[in-house]
Structures are given as structure tokens and as C-alpha cells.
């Protein structure tokens, strides 16, 4: 499929379909689209008219041109009310038309939306995101896939005067999205703490970047207990991944992204019972995912920022060798830590994590984890936590966030609440009681970074799909790419 900028008007063009959006209770039809009408019979007139179109956002509605038009259909797309519409809107219209399009099996689309307000360049981009990542489906795992074909081929951009380089940070964006995407995705028996670790070999060799795996014994030298601990029951190996990527010039800045990579989570001895969702837990290591979908994005746009992109992987098992209920690890940090719940093991790994990064001397560490059930109880499913201390960070976060479409909402740094995980016999415990448990999962995070600006985004809610919405389909969405990827790219 090929999405190109056209500077053929929509009176002009010929093809299987052409899409225009209109704004909420502003179905009106312009001069150039008075014109068009005329020309096709009045068919965008009566279609208004047929189906009470009214613009509402994420309503579509598709009619075929009759007569001799070498225009085969028209497709209308609802933006919502114009004084709502952001960046993300032409990203979401992009999203419902392909749609649209592919039910309809359209070979040849046009799309003509544009707005005096936004950036043209900005407007191809958002659109060409919407497209590919809508049309993008997971079947890998499915051995019949002639149902699922993608009829469309090429895509016009009209009316958006706009350079294709729009169009290639498109591709580069949503190749990282649909990585994490892909990595959620698979099962725990397909991606694994070793198959995880040949993926980010792939990426650094494809783009040319640094990348240093420790193993176990490494590890070990580091003093890594926190970690270790929790990868004591697997049969594979733990793995622990930093990918480098350096820009040609003299770096603005050093970030670090952390992302939890738990390949499964069974909760340990502390076993997740039926009904807690153990079966969806391979996307435990959403975090992970996260952080190598936007490596592989920054690895092709280039900024001038070098990015340290980080995960202790390993599954969470039960066996013999397991870590036991009430067992006190050590991270390197020099902290102990009684683990009076074994479920509670992705802020072990991050522990160990976190202190390596900190090491790194970077200006900022940003981790990423699918961390607690309690901060989707919280903010339910579509809204990711945010915790920091530093209001400089929370700004770049949210603005990037904003652009990309992707919703975060700050949360408390409520110092009060770590007396809950005081030990009488280590200097933490790994939880505190159920009341605000993201919030502890958060303060116990903080233990484990120095100086270095720092925030936690918990990503348990929006990482995975029930049902597809504009842009995502049901399964791994790849949440976070895109805001990790503008955090890096501005200034
Ligand atoms: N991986 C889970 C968190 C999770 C839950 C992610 C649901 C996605 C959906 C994490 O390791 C976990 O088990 N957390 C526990 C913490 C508790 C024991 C303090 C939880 O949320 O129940
Ligand atoms: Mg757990
Ligand atoms: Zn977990």
C-alpha cells in the first residue's frame, strides 16, 4: 500500500473512492464541493440527506456513485465539533476511513481533508498514521488469512499541499508501534526472555546500534538480587537488554526508557488465581515493547539525543527454585527488600533497572510498565498513570502525549503512603495494602533512582485492546511509542 501526496483536485480525480470530512452540525457543502456534487448527480447532497449525516466523530457513511463517473464511490468522515479538533482528530479520521475503505474492498482511495489552522505537513502525517495503523492486523498466528486481505493499494492525499517526508515519519513512527504491537502480541511461548532478546538483536543490527546484553552471571557481578529473584523459577535464562542509540552529532541531550519486560507474569507462588487475567498476561512485558517500538522509530528519524533503551526480561514462574513468599532480596542499590508478594514482581525488576540507569549519567530516566491492576481500577483501561517529582518532565510528557494522541493523567507522589511497605526486617517490603496501590508501586520505584529527573507512567490499562477503536485493533496496541517518540524528538 502506497500513500502519496496528490496535487490532482478532488473535481479531477478518478478511483474507487473518495473520502472528505465534514465538521460536527457544519454539514455544509463548499463551493469546490457544490461543484463536485453537481458533477456526481448530487449524490453527496442526498447522502447527507439519506443517512442524517451530522459530522459526529467516528461516523462514516459510503455511496456509490451512479451514472458514467469514473469516481466509483464517496465516503464521508465525521471530525467532530471543529472548536475540539486536534492533531489527533485527522489521526482518528485517517483511522475510520481506512476502515471504511477496506470493508468496501476500495483499491484506489483519495483522501481530502485539510485545515486552515494545522500544518499540512502535520495533517499528512496524523492521517497517514491513522491509515497504517488501522489496516494493520496481527496474522501471524492465524494459518487462514485470505478473509483478511487489505484490497487498498494506493492512497492519495489531496487538497494538502505537503512533503512526503510527512508521509516517511508516518512509516517510521507506526514500523515502532506496530513492533510493540506485534511483541504484546505474541504469546509467552513465541516471545520469551531469549526470542525478546534476538528481536532487539534484529533491531540493532537493521539500524546500527549500540547494544550490550548481560547475562545472568553479569548480573550476578552487578549484584542484581532484586532481579534475579524474580527470574530464579524460569527454565530460561534472564536477560537483561541496553540498546544505545547515538546520533552523529554532538547530543542534545542522553535520555534513558526503561520498560517492564515480563514475558509472563503467573504471579510466582503468590499465583494469580482464576479470573485475574493470567491468561492475558504475555503482555506483561508491554512496557518492553514500548521501549524497542520506539527505539526502532528513533533509530530511523534521526534526533540529535542519545537514548539508552533498557529491560530486565524475564518470565515470572513458580518451581522448586522459586522465590518464596517473605524471601528478602538484595538490588544493586544496596537496598533489601522483603517480598511479601511474589505478584508484585515487576517493580523487582525495575529496581535493578532503574539503579543501572541511573548510572548512566543521563539527563533523564522515563520507565514504562504494565505495573498494577490498581492503576487501571484507577483510571480505567484507555488512561495511563503518570508519577514524577519533576514538573519539567511532566510537561514534556503530557505535551508529547497530547500530540500522539495518547492519554496520561499525573498521580500522586503521596510520600505518606511508603510507611505501608516499612519491614521490621528488611528496608522495604515489595507492596503495601490494596488502597492506592499504584501509588506505593510508584514510591517504591523512587527508592531505587538517585538525582536523575525520573517518572513512572503505568501503562496496565491501555497497552491491550478488548475492542478496536479508530486506530487500534483489538490485541496489543502499542501504547506509549508515539509519546516516547515525540519526548525524543523535542527539543
Ligand atoms: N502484571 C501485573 C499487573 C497487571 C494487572 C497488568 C492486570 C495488567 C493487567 C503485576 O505484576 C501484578 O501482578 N501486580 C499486582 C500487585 C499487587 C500484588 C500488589 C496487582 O496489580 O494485583
Ligand atoms: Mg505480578
Ligand atoms: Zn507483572
Not at 249 to 276: M, Q
Request: hydrophobic share 40%; charged share 25%.
Amino acid at each position: 500500500m502506497e500513500i502519496k501526496i496528490s496535487n490532482i483536485s478532488k473535481l479531477e480525480w478518478n478511483g474507487d473512492a473518495l473520502a472528505i470530512g465534514f465538521f460536527t452540525d457544519k454539514v455544509q457543502l463548499s463551493e469546490a464541493l457544490t461543484e463536485l456534487d453537481h458533477k456526481l448527480d448530487n449524490t453527496i447532497s442526498e447522502l447527507i440527506v439519506e443517512t442524517e449525516f451530522k459530522g459526529k466523530l467516528g461516523c462514516t457513511t459510503i455511496a456509490r456513485i451512479g451514472g458514467n463517473n469514473s469516481l466509483g464511490k464517496i465516503i464521508l468522515v465525521g471530525l467532530g465539533k471543529e472548536e475540539d479538533l486536534t492533531v489527533d482528530s485527522f489521526r482518528q479520521a485517517g483511522g475510520y476511513i481506512a476502515r471504511v475503505a477496506k470493508q468496501a474492498k476500495i483499491k484506489t482511495l483519495a483522501i481530502a481533508i485539510n485545515h486552515p489552522d494545522y500544518d499540512n505537513d502535520i495533517v499528512a502525517q496524523m492521517i497517514s498514521e491513522g491509515v497504517i495503523l488501522a489496516l494493520h492486523q496481527d496474522n501471524r498466528f492465524k494459518s487462514d488469512t485470505e478473509d483478511q486481505k487489505i484490497s487498498l493499494e494506493t492512497i492519495d492525499l489531496l487538497d494538502l499541499p505537503a512533503s512526503n517526508k510527512a508521509i516517511e515519519t508516518a512509516q517510521k513512527i507506526t514500523s515502532g508501534v506496530i513492533l510493540a504491537r506485534e511483541l504484546v502480541n505474541a504469546p509467552a511461548n513465541v516471545i520469551n526472555p531469549v526470542t525478546m532478546t534476538e528481536t532487539v538483536e534484529n533491531l540493532a543490527h537493521e539500524y546500527g546500534l549500540e547494544l550490550t546484553i548481560l547475562e545472568q552471571e553479569d548480573c550476578e557481578k552487578l549484584g542484581m538480587g532484586s532481579f534475579l529473584g524474580v527470574a530464579k523459577a524460569s527454565d530460561l535464562p534472564p536477560k537483561f537488554i541496553h540498546l544505545i542509540y547515538k546520533p552523529e552529532n554532538t547530543p542534545k541531550r542522553k535520555l534513558a526508557i526503561v520498560g517492564k519486560g515480563l514475558t509472563f507474569d503467573s504471579g510466582g507462588l503468590n499465583i494469580k488465581v482464576s479470573g485475574s487475567g493470567i491468561e492475558t498476561m504475555k503482555m506483561d512485558m508491554g512496557g518492553a515493547a514500548a521501549t524497542f517500538g520506539a527505539a526502532k522509530a528513533i533509530a530511523q528519524l534521526k534526533p540529535d539525543v542519545e537514548i539508552h533503551f533498557i529491560s530486565a526480561v524475564t518470565e515470572n514462574m513458580i518451581s522448586g527454585k522459586a522465590m518464596h513468599p517473605g524471601d528478602i532480596l538484595t538490588a544493586s542499590n544496596g537496598k533489601t527488600i522483603e517480598v511479601n508478594n511474589t505478584d508484585a514482581e515487576g517493580r523487582l525488576t525495575l529496581a535493578d533497572a532503574l539503579v543501572y540507569a541511573d548510572k548512566l549519567g543521563v539527563d533523564a530516566i522515563v520507565d514504562l510498565a504494565t505495573l498494577t491492576g490498581a492503576c487501571i481500577v484507577a483510571l480505567g483501561n484507555d488512561i495511563a498513570g503518570l508519577w514524577t517529582t519533576d514538573d519539567d518532565l511532566a510537561t514534556q510528557l503530557k505535551t508529547s502525549a497530547q500530540t500522539a494522541g495518547e492519554k496520561f493523567w499525573q498521580m500522586p507522589m503521596e510520600n505518606k503512603y511508603f510507611d505501608q511497605m516499612k519491614s521490621s526486617i528488611a528496608d522495604m517490603k515489595n507492596t503495601g495494602s490494596r488502597a492506592g496501590g499504584s501509588i506505593t508501586a510508584a514510591l517504591f520505584l523512587q527508592q531505587f533512582v538517585k538525582d536523575t529527573p525520573w517518572a513512572h507512567l503505568d501503562i496496565a490499562g491501555p497497552v491491550w485492546a478488548e475492542k478496536s477503536t479508530a486506530i487500534d485493533n483489538e490485541g496489543g496496541t502499542g501504547f506509549a511509542v508515539r509519546t516516547l517518540v515525540n519526548w525524543a524528538l523535542n527539543d
